[in-house]
């Protein structure tokens, strides 16, 4: 994907704790929103390829190997563990 020309598709893109992804689909602001941070207003602490929303790869849901767990409580200064485990190569031909 050379472009980012599909709406629907982003490179990257912001996920959303409650996983309702409004931000990108709603026009209209207002308290419907507080589940959109994490935690949010769902209590959603973990994002990971079990997790909704979850870390997968959006074509292939594959996962990624990419963590956050134990994301704190809203406030100006946030702390989270974040994992991303290493692919593994494949094994090594001694032609």
């Known amino acids: ?27 209209d602001m207002d308290s419907q929103y507080r589940g959109d941070p994490f935690p949010g207003a769902t209590h959603n602490t973990t ?15 594959k996962d990624t190997s990419v963590s956050v767990t134990g994301i704190s409580d809203s406030a100006e200064m946030m702390t989270m563990d974040v994992t991303v485990k290493p692919r593994r190569s494949p094994p090594q031909s001694n032609l």
């Open 47 to 61: 994002f990971n390829a079990n997790s909704n929303p979850n870390s997968r790869s959006y074509y292939r849901r």
């Open 1 to 27: 994907m050379e472009d980012n020309d599909n709406e629907r598709h982003y490179k990257v893109a912001l996920m959303q704790a409650d996983g309702k992804n409004e931000l990108a689909t709603e026009s």
